[in-house]
């Protein structure tokens, strides 16, 4: 028997993210377009951030020796896409946008 369940640690990509105030390296920074991301070259794995996070988003990836997190697939929205864990949520639950057109 196996059982499967999912679990989204995705970031909220705050507008006034506490993430990036304790983030010692500038590792964890706000983009001009609004999405919250950590540089991994320059994350140097203090955990600050994750303390600080009250949603738990950025995670310490002990292999890599930094944090990493959901970036919002930046990449993805820049084309007009959605995010994949929208595009693959099995349940649909979870959609993607600015909050007052999400509230419609």
């Known amino acids: 028997n196996v059982f499967a369940y999912y679990l989204s640690i995705s970031c909220n990509h705050c507008e006034d993210p506490a993430c990036t105030k304790v983030c010692p390296s ?9 999405f919250v991301v950590v540089n991994e070259e320059v994350c140097i794995g203090c955990r600050y951030c994750h303390m600080a996070c ?38 649909r639950a979870l959609d993607f946008g600015p909050i007052d057109e999400l509230r419609k």
Do not use: F, W
């Not at 500038?26 to 609004?34: F, I, V, Y």
């Open 26 to 34: 500038g590792a964890m920074h706000k983009r001009d377009d609004g």
């Open 54 to 91: 009250p949603y738990g988003a950025p995670q310490y990836n002990a292999a890599k020796g930094h944090m990493t997190k959901c970036d919002g697939c930046y990449d993805r929205v820049a084309e007009g896409k959605k995010p994949i864990c929208v595009e693959s949520c099995p349940l």
